[in-house]
């Protein structure tokens, strides 16, 4: 082979035996193997003393990502319950990821409706979630924009996202596809329209989702909150009895009159019987929890502006000390506040909560468990079920060992979110 023609490569070679080039190879070696051996993880800041979840929140890097800072991705108001809210926003983060663009500051929605678009309450993102807390924890992943950020507010191509039974996933996905070629790269932003565009098709695996909601930490002012709530349940519960551990039980009790309706239709349309629970049935099974230590305060977490059964303090077992958000003297905390911020801050007490346990088909719960399967997951417990576990969760409606409900984890290697999203009876417990 003639390499005459290359002799004036010379020139812009360095000379590989200068000491200067071998700095540089060995700075070169050592980032290739930092690289190769950077845990998936990073270290998480530790349990408190009380057992409640620290709030740095770790997740995986996606290095491949380079958001382009010029190109943004608009989205309706995203609507329906605090957890629907957040499992449309992540759908709405990871379709930004897949333009390569960054998601503008989307507006939540802080009243409950579910087909009264207009009288929906919008309220910033950042009302609710720290805007750069998320930007920090989810960098090389995803990110946000503020509005202002637009230079040119004239260059927006608009796409109305499909809706109704003829809109599958497949036709959902190749829009995406379509819509992250070349041809869009001259906007600036890409306006997404349509009837809650981001409640219905998933194309992400649990982790992507995952790694969104652990970006997701509340403002300060709504964690306080929920604080005020959880000091309230330690401190009667010392109170009524000095055996009592300072741990509780939170039970997402889904007996509202809503949730009565749209469980016992969900049973007629999936041939499934173990969806509804009665109150008796969801005390019956906390109280058998193997290996449950009692004296124990149990927190029931429920939507009482919906609820007709006022007896929710009766009935349960010796050990068993129940608190509603009247006994606990917070209804006043909870009623000067919109309803998302009210489930926001429920969601946090039954986050931090020595142990867990709800409905397998409640987006509330579901989200509850994969959150507390992933903080578990990122300090590198192996055994995510049973009581001896950190922080044990449970599904009531799904009967378990000695009569108690069922251990439940997430799936973090789950394809999609539908588990989570729409309920089922076939929860992961390792």
Request: proline letters at 3%.
């Amino acid at each position: 082979m003639d390499l005459s023609k290359y002799k004036n490569l010379r020139f812009f070679v360095p000379n590989l035996n200068s000491l200067a080039c071998k700095c540089v190879a060995l700075t070169v070696i050592a980032l290739v193997l930092r690289a190769v051996f950077l845990p998936r993880f990073c270290s998480f800041r530790g349990i408190e003393p009380n057992n409640s979840f620290a709030f740095n929140k770790p997740f995986r890097i996606y290095s491949e990502f380079h958001s382009r800072n010029s190109k943004f991705l608009e989205v309706p108001q995203i609507v329906w319950g605090l957890n629907n809210q957040k499992i449309a926003l992540a759908r709405a983060c990871l379709t930004a990821r897949l333009l390569n663009r960054t998601l503008l500051m989307p507006s939540l929605s802080a009243s409950l409706f579910y087909k009264e678009i207009d009288k929906l309450e919008p309220i910033s993102f950042h009302k609710v979630f720290q805007f750069e807390k998320f930007n920090s924890l989810c960098k090389g992943f995803v990110q946000l924009a503020r509005h202002s950020e637009i230079s040119n507010r004239s260059n927006v191509f608009e796409l109305q996202k499909g809706t109704g039974r003829r809109w599958t996933i497949e036709k959902d996905l190749d829009q995406l596809r379509q819509l992250s070629s070349n041809h869009y790269d001259d906007y600036e932003v890409i306006r997404i329209t349509g009837k809650n565009p981001f409640l219905w098709h998933d194309h992400w695996p649990v982790e992507d989702y995952s790694t969104v909601f652990q970006c997701l930490v509340l403002v300060e002012d709504i964690s306080r909150q929920a604080d005020k709530v959880i000091s309230k349940i330690r401190q009667i519960g010392l109170q009524e009895n000095h055996n009592i551990s300072t741990g509780y039980v939170a039970v997402h009790m889904r007996i509202e009159e809503d949730w009565m309706i749209h469980c016992k239709k969900m049973q007629q349309r999936s041939n499934i019987s173990e969806i509804c629970s009665s109150k008796d049935e969801i005390m019956e099974r906390v109280t058998n929890i193997v290996g449950l230590k009692k004296p124990v305060a149990i927190y029931i977490a429920v939507a009482d502006n919906l609820l007709e059964d006022k007896t929710l303090l009766s009935g349960w077992n010796e050990g068993l000390l129940p608190f509603t958000k009247k006994k606990l003297g917070v209804v006043e905390l909870y009623e000067k506040q919109p309803y998302l911020i009210q489930s926001a801050i429920d969601y946090e007490v039954c986050l931090r909560s020595n142990v867990f346990v709800g409905n397998s088909f409640s987006t509330f719960s579901s989200l509850v468990v994969l959150d507390r399967t992933q903080k578990m997951i990122n300090i590198g417990v192996g055994k995510l079920c049973g009581i001896d576990v950190m922080w044990p969760s449970y599904a009531y409606n799904l009967l378990g060992k000695s009569k108690g409900p069922r251990p439940w984890a997430t799936n973090m290697s789950d394809s999609s979110l539908n588990a989570v999203s729409y309920g089922t009876n076939h929860i992961s417990c390792l």
